[in-house]
């Protein structure tokens, strides 16, 4: 009987120990748990002092995060880890935007720098067919055409001005310099000057062509701006989005999420991947609120892009730009006759020179130079000196007569025209504006939904969670196993019913409608540029560039109004408005040459004070 005793007190300790197993190997695992948040500390350069070499009873933790139980997190760990998974967090988010932001910015610099070497090389063509086709008497004058293009690249950098008025001040003054110069038998004061100066609208000096010429390069130029525009306002409002600070409920809920698993000796398991995206999804709320506004802009941007290569492209436009500048001054020239009348009836006639004979249209005068060369008085031209200068008729101009100094004047005048000009090159030949814009369009179609995204973007990082497949061994929040809790949809309302971040009711963020407000701003700039209607690119007294997070509650009318808004499909009557040479912008740009007359101070100050107003509401 005492070993059969002995024998079950034997399989009694035996089962015992069995039982009481597992519970060992978990205290031991336990003891040897904490090696995991100490890693953790070592990596981040924090100091283990604060950290317990075993498990405490979480009952010795106030206010945990982490779930009850044994832990290797004291509560000041707790709270030094939730900033830690903030900072991780705010890393996470700039990382994932600056690829879209870097693009934004890079794309913006590329088109800028295009854009500027297209006008220099114009400048550069235009000056060299003038030297070779007017000489001297280009050279002298030169200053009227550099003006012009100074004023091209200042609007294309950013300088606030309307380009039809920089185009009417340069062809007052080119009417003014050719109308003296084509009437050298009279002397001129400013005052006379500034009255035929008002008159160009009335005698037409360069017909229609001026005007045509001016509204091609608006259009251009506008939609061109107004791309680069919206690539700047793209980045700034990524760089803003991406950097703003975490709410300290979604701090809490990313401690949870990435440390806890290590306070709870569960270093090797990553958070489930439904369970981060929810994190993420109520961290990024204020975030996703700017999705639809985003997505409007997008849309916007790459409507304008088709704008930026073809017949409506800068590089298009400047191509043959010294061609139609040659052919408006060639115009004048064949109706100086009819232009001076009209001038002279407005105006009166102006006082002659003394040594000049009177004759109502004096003939070229004619001076022997000490090289027994003769020079023409009036506009000099030298077609000998580029073949491609041809007559009305289509024909080579023939050399005059009478040796290397005598000129053709009046009607026999050569015409410059882009219908004669040999066919060119792309004046941006290092840069295919084409491949251009299909890349940045390829790259804004990415850029869609990035608000909505950035949580799939983020848990989608190997990292940072545990692969969709591996739901069933992954950390869900309180242990190692399942999630089992569905997907918050996307959008700020949807988020609060989030398990996981709670976010109020009625909450907004002020710097996410600062954004949504700058968004809308510049899609009704790029609406108006599509259209080929001005753009103010300026927002005076709109200030975007709070940085920070902040809520509050309330709506804000944000809406703008689509009437004007006619991308494909756009209507006749916007078509006529766009080519309407009367439709002008009522703020005034003036580099020079006559002065404005017609409004007083007060009504400018009035009608710019509107269209400010208008624009901006």
Known sequence: MMFLNAGCIVRTLALVVFMLRPCLSQLSSRNNACSAIRNIYTSKGISLEDVPN???HGGKVSNPICPLGFTCCTS??????????????????????????????????????????????????????????????????AYIF?????????????VNMEVLDVFDDFFINLMQKMFT??????????????????????????????????????????????????????????NRVSEMLPTHRCGVALMKMSYCPYCKG????????????????????????????????????????????????IETVMLTFDYKISHAIMTFQDNNQAVSNQLMNHCGTPRRKRSVPETPTPDPVTVETEDDETTTEGIDIDTSADPSVTSEEGEKADTPKGGKGDTPVGDDLPVISSVDAAPREAIGAEVNLASLVDDLSQRLHIAKNIWTNLPYQICNDPDISARPENENNCWNGKLVGEYGKDVIDNGLTNQMNNPEVGIGSGTTDSLIQQQ??????????????????????????VDFGSSGSGSGSG????????????????????????????IRSPTGHHTGGAPRVGFSVLTVVCVVTLSLLMRVW
């Not at 229609?208 to 509204?215: D, G, H, P, V």
């Not at 609120?289 to 916007?300: G, K, M, P, Q, T």
């Open 54 to 56: 075993d498990a405490i």
């Open 76 to 141: 000041d760990m707790e709270t030094r880890l939730v900033r830690e998974a903030r900072r991780d967090f705010e890393n996470s988010v700039v990382e994932k935007c600056g690829f879209v932001r870097n693009m934004f910015v890079t794309k913006a610099t590329k088109l800028e720098f295009f854009y500027n070497d297209v006008l220099t090389k114009s400048q550069l063509t235009l000056n060299d067919m003038f030297i070779s086709t007017y000489g001297v008497l280009y050279q002298l004058n």
């Open 146 to 158: 550099n003006e012009l293009f100074d004023d091209m690249k200042a609007y294309m950098s950013g």
């Open 181 to 238: 110069l084509m009437n050298t038998d009279y002397t001129y004061d400013d005052s006379y000057l500034e009255c035929i100066a008002l008159y160009s609208d009335e005698v037409k000096p360069f017909q229609e062509e001026s005007r045509q010429l001016a509204n091609q390069v608006k259009r251009a130029f506008v939609a061109a701006r107004a791309f680069v525009h919206g690539l700047q306002v793209g980045g700034r409002v990524i």
């Open 266 to 313: 569960y270093g090797e398991a990553k958070p489930c991947y439904d369970y981060c995206l929810n994190v993420m999804k109520g961290c990024l709320a204020y975030q996703s609120d700017l999705n639809r506004s985003w997505n409007e802009f997008i849309d916007a941007m790459l409507t304008v892009a088709g704008r930026l290569s073809g017949p409506y492209s």
């Open 516 to 541: 949504i407000l700058e968004l809308k701003l510049v899609i009704a700039k790029l609406r108006s540029a599509y259209n080929g209607k001005d753009v103010d690119f300026y927002d005076a007294g």
């Open 555 to 582: 709506d804000m009318d944000n809406s703008i109004p689509d009437s004007d808004f006619t991308f494909p499909g756009i209507t006749d009557s916007k078509k006529n408005d766009i080519d309407d040479p009367n």
